[in-house]
Structure formats: C-alpha cells, structure tokens
C-alpha cells in the first residue's frame, strides 16, 4: 500500500487526471472496468511518474495508503452508482471516495448520506476544463466534509490549475453536493456565454456584413480588452479556420444544430425548483433546442422577414464597438444570474458557499476562465452579502456606459430579423430589476379575479381579496 491516490475509470478525463497526479510526484494506483485502458495508459506513460497497476478492485485498494483516497472518473449516473458499490464493500471508515465525473448534485447528496453512515467521505467534485485542463491543471470544485479536504486539499492544490497571480483554482465549496451544483451552474454559465457570443458573432455577420476571418479579428481585438477571456479566444480559432475540404470558412460547413449533454438544462431545471431568474441561460438552453428541430426550422422558412438593408460599411466598424458593448452588458447579467442560482442553492441546502471564492477558482482552467472573474472576486470580496452583482458599483457602472449602444444592438437586431434572445433576455431582466412598478401588480389583480388568490396592498400590511362578482368592496382574507 504505497499510492497515495487512485483512479478507478481510465477514459479520456480519468488517464489524464492520473497523469496530472503522477507529474506531479504523487504515487497513483490506476484502475479500469476494463483492464486493457488502465495497462495501455501505464505502457504509454508509465515514465511520467509513479503508477500501480491494477487488475481488480481488490489489488487498486490493497495499494492505497489509508485513509484511502480513490477518485472515481466514470461516465455518471447508474456507472456511477455501480462503481460505488463494487469499492465502498472494501473500504474503511475514514477513506474518501472523490467522484469527479458530472453528477447531479441530487445523486450526490443521495451518495453522501448513504456513505457517510458507513463512515466514508464522499466528495461530489466539480472538474472544468475538459481533457487538457485534466491533464495540465483543472479548475477543481470539491463538496463534501471539511475534514475530506483537509486531506485532500493540498494534493488537488497541486493539481489544479493556477490563476493569473499564482493562487490554485481549487476550495472546499461546502458540504455533500455543493461542488456539484457548483459546476453545475458553471456549466449554466457557459452555455450562456457561448449563446452571447454566437449572437455577437451573427449580428458582425448579417447586419455589420463581416466575414468569418474578419469576425475572428475581431474577436481577437476584443480579447485583448475587458472580454478577455478562454471562450473569446478560441472563437476567433474557430472563426479564422479554413475547411481544408471545400476552402470554404469552417463555421460555414458545419451543421448548423446545436447539441448538449444536460448540464445547462439541469441548471435551468433547478432554477426553476428554487425560483430563480436565469433568463439568460434557460434563452441559451431553448436556442440550443430550436436549432435542432430540423424540419421545424425547414417548414418556417418561407415565413416573411423584414426588409431592411444591411449597413453600410462606414457605419460596420460602429455598430461593431456597439456590439462589444451589448456584449459584456449580457455577460454581466449571466453571471449575476448564475450567482444568484449559487446563492438560493446555498441557502436552500445550507451550504454556506462563499462565492468571492467561487469566481476565485473559475479564474483558470474552466471553460469560462476570464480576466472578468477576477472582478467578480473583488466584488464579493468587497461585501459579501451583496444582493447581487449588478448593485456592485463598478458593474452597475459599467452596464450604465453600455445600456445606450445595447439598446441600439437590439434595435438593429429586431429591425434585420435577427435572432438575439440571449441579449434580449438579459436587458428585460436589467430593465424589470431597475422598473420602479412592475406589471405584476395587474397579474394579482387577475389573479384574485378568477382564483381569490388574494394580493397585498402597498399601504397596508395582510392580504385582501376583492369581492369582484358582488359589491367590489375589499375583504381582509
Ligand atoms: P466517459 O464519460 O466516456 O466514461 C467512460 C468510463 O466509464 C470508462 O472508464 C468506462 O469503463 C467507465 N464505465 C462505464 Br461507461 N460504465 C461503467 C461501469 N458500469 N462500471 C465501471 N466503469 C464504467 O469518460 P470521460 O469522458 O473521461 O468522462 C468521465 C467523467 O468526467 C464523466 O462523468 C464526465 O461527465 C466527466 N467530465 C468530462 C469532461 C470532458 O471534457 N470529457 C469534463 C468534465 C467532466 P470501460 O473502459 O470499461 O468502458
């Protein structure tokens, strides 16, 4: 027993996440359902530190120190739960039990509870930043108790990825499932800001008139400034890459239907359980489905658009500043919708989760990676309790300077017949939080017309009822 760690699930996550702890000195007992992936990852790489080779179950825990550290990197869900059940019959009290694969957060509480009566750690872990961050440094979300990661924290320290001033991108997030739910909502947020950008990208094409190689620099000037950040980066990659097939630019011969794997319709599904506005993301979730529906989108085709003229080229180079402002104006509201996902999730299960923490560790190695989280830190850092991040000054400031052009992207938008229901959504949600009355006053007065749900009275504390099929007097209800 000398592995100081192991890795049972040896796909593409998993064999990288155990070379990241081999390079980086810690021994790694290796363990595969199949064993042929675990011998064919320790022949190829077996130079790069130190592994255990392991054929059962029982040799990969007989070769772990105890407490037992063993990281489960399965495809989630019923693998999940199998694997679980094959090893925790052969641990001890004391020894953790890390599943890094995406997991629902419910699984995960479930898991949690049942373990921990056997006196095992469970940690639901949240790991971003697909098969390279695995290898070179992840952005690491861990749940669980706090005495598993005592344990665990400065090995995932050294494995994760390192923000711009050094620090790891790793913290214990909060008890059972909060790591979960962390990524969950990280995975919320990327959809959102991949939707943001798709619709930046269209509006430089169809109204500005851009091509794909002139969008790419675009975005690569854009990348030097307040957006930089992972994902802007690499759509300028993306934009700029020719087809070597048709010479044609590559985002013209893709299919144009988007797929996913439920991580931002979990997101969704969740804020709708806790009653929380993530517009934004539930905009980008829908605008993944619409593209799918194939035939839909076929038999719509000859639907009437507007007439409008695309603009000018001396007008192109503005309306493209007005988009970076429309831009980063939506990407605030994502995240501040995202945040408050984490907060009423944090207080719903009683986590405590300390989100200047949270934007500390998404500063590298995710996907959302952007010198913009780094704010958000300071933000939260600077009040924690803030109700959210648009009453932080600097963004509020921000979205201020930017609401004029966001406003104009927007007209332009409806005026050419563009889809932008990511930008739409999040200057509704800035608009109805700023409404001095909001027209939900009309909707308990309907409300209490057909149903008697009754409503409450702006100068007078209780609820009422109105007796709109008789006098019309009010009742005290
Ligand atoms: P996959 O999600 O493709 O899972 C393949 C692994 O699961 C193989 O090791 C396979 O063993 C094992 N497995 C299966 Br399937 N059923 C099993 C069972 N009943 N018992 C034991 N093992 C079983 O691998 P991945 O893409 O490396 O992802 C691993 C986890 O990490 C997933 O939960 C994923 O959601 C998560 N994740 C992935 C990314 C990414 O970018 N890909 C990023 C972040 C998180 P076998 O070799 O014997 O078939």
Redesign the pocket.
């Known amino acids: 027993s000398s592995a100081q760690i192991g890795v049972?699930?040896?796909?593409?996550?998993?064999?990288?996440l155990a070379r990241n702890f081999a390079r980086n000195g810690y021994t790694v007992a290796v363990h595969?359902?199949?064993a042929?992936?675990m011998h064919a990852l320790v022949e190829e790489f077996g130079h790069e530190g130190s592994f255990v080779a392991a054929e059962t179950a029982k040799e990969f825990v007989a070769a772990l120190e105890r407490p037992r550290r063993l990281v489960i990197?399965?495809?989630?869900?019923?693998?999940?739960d199998?694997?679980i059940e094959?090893f925790a019959p052969l641990l001890e009290p004391g020894d953790m039990i890390i599943?890094?694969?995406?997991?629902h957060f419910a699984d995960t509480r479930r898991r949690e509870r049942a373990l921990r009566e056997q006196g095992i750690h469970f940690v639901g872990t949240?790991?971003?930043?697909?098969?390279e961050?695995?290898l070179n440094g992840?952005s690491i979300m861990p749940g669980g108790s706090k005495e598993s990661y005592e344990s665990l924290g400065p090995m995932l320290e050294k494995i994760s990825a390192k923000a711009a001033d050094g620090a790891p991108c790793v913290t214990h997030v909060g008890p059972d499932g909060a790591g979960h739910f962390v990524?969950m909502v990280h995975n919320g947020i990327e959809y959102a800001d991949m939707q943001l950008i798709g619709e930046a990208y269209q509006l430089l094409r169809d109204v500005a008139g851009y091509e794909p190689a002139q969008i790419a620099d675009i975005f690569r000037t854009w990348n030097t400034g307040r957006l930089d950040s992972y994902l802007i980066e690499i759509t300028a990659e993306v934009l700029s890459h020719v087809d070597a097939a048709t010479g044609k630019p590559f985002v013209d011969v893709v299919v144009d239907q988007a797929e996913q794997?439920g991580t931002g319709r979990w997101t969704v599904q969740i804020a709708l359980d806790l009653g929380v506005p993530v517009s934004g993301i539930a905009e980008a979730v829908f605008a993944r489905s619409l593209s799918g529906h194939a035939a839909l989108r076929e038999a719509s085709r000859r639907l009437a658009g507007p007439t409008a003229a695309p603009l000018g080229e001396a007008e192109a180079a503005a309306f493209a500043d007005r988009v970076e402002q429309a831009l980063y104006a939506s990407k605030i509201v994502s995240y501040t919708q995202g945040f408050h996902e984490v907060a009423a999730g944090s207080d719903e299960y009683g986590w405590d989760i300390d989100l200047g923490a949270v934007s500390a560790i998404w500063r590298g190695g995710c996907i959302i990676r952007a010198a913009f989280l780094d704010r958000i830190r300071a933000a939260y850092d600077a009040r924690a309790d803030l109700p959210s991040l648009l009453s932080d000054e600097t963004f509020a400031r921000e979205i201020a300077d930017a609401q004029d052009d966001w406003r104009e992207v927007l007209i332009a938008a409806t005026r050419q017949g563009v889809p932008t229901p990511g930008f739409a959504a999040a200057l509704a949600y800035y608009d109805a939080l700023r409404a001095e009355r909001l027209p939900a006053a009309l909707t308990q007065g309907q409300r209490d017309y057909f149903g008697a749900h009754t409503y409450r009275r702006t100068d007078r504390d209780g609820s009422f009822h109105t007796l709109w099929g008789d006098d019309r007097s009010e009742v005290s209800a």
């Open positions: 049972t699930g040896l796909a593409v996550m998993g064999r990288n595969n359902r199949t042929a992936r990197m399965v495809k989630a869900g019923e693998p999940t199998a694997v094959e599943d890094g694969g995406n997991a949240g790991v971003s930043g697909g098969e961050g695995a992840p990524k794997k």
